[in-house]
């Protein structure tokens, strides 16, 4: 996307804060912080409880 963007005269941003991996591993965070999408054992889908 990054080079169509460039193409098209369209300046792409990128901005980062934090580590998104070592956040989501946190034992201490009781809840989900990203969306986590689940499959259950009987192709159910659904998603992790999030705190937002």
Same mark, same amino acid.
């Given at each position: 996307?990054?080079?169509?963007?460039?193409?098209?005269?369209?300046?792409?941003?990128?901005?980062?804060?934090?580590?998104?991996?070592?956040?989501? =591993?946190?034992?201490?965070?009781?809840?989900?912080?990203?969306? =986590?999408?689940?499959?259950?054992?009987?192709?159910?889908?659904?998603?992790?409880?999030?705190?937002?």
């Amino acid at each position: 996307m990054t080079g169509i963007a460039q193409q098209a005269g369209i300046e792409v941003v990128r901005v980062s804060t934090g580590d998104i991996r070592a956040d989501a =591993l946190d034992p201490n965070h009781r809840f989900a912080s990203m969306p =986590l999408f689940t499959l259950g054992p009987n192709g159910e889908r659904g998603m992790a409880r999030r705190q937002c």
